[in-house]
Structure formats: C-alpha cells, structure tokens
C-alpha cells in the first residue's frame, strides 16, 4: 500500500467510527464491528510504521554528511582570470577608438 492509499483507508475508517454507533446494530453485533475495525487500525498502522522505517533506513543510508556552514563574512578575492580580463578590456577599447 502506498501512503496515500493509508491515508484514504484511514479516512474510510474514522468515518466508519463515527457512523458505527447511529446505524441501529444490536450490541453484541457492534461490539463485534468495533473489534474488527481496530484490528483493521492495527494491521494498517503497522503498515504504515514499516513503510516509514524503510524510508527512513534509505534516507540515512543515501545521507552524505556535509561541512559546517560556517564561513566567515570576508569579502572574496579577486581572482586572477578576472584582472586579466579586465586588462584586456581596457587594451582593446584604444584599439577600436583608433580606428
């Protein structure tokens, strides 16, 4: 069952709860009905439990750990590709107002 499909059947059930007590059963017949819906709350809530521990397990085995998210307020560098650049902007620019 997916998640989405325990969560409808969950539904189904609490709106079967409430409904159960007003549809006119004998007692012995309701107490039965009730017995039989909180087994069906069990066996749903350990598919769910079992559902969630599996993806747990491959959410912390698939983790990679990362560093800190520590960095000090420095500004950056100026990087050496960016002065050159910058030089070569300005050589050209003498070149084009020659011509």
Known sequence: MCLMQIARTLLIIGIWVAVLPYLG????????????TGLALVYISLLFYKKNTIIVKNKKRNRVTSPDNFSENIPPK?????TTLTEEVI????????N
């Open 91 to 98: 050589e050209i620019e003498p070149e084009i107002q020659q």
């Open 78 to 82: 100026v990087s050496v590709t960016e």
């Open 25 to 36: 059963f004998p007692m012995a017949i309701k107490n039965i009905l009730f017995v039989i």
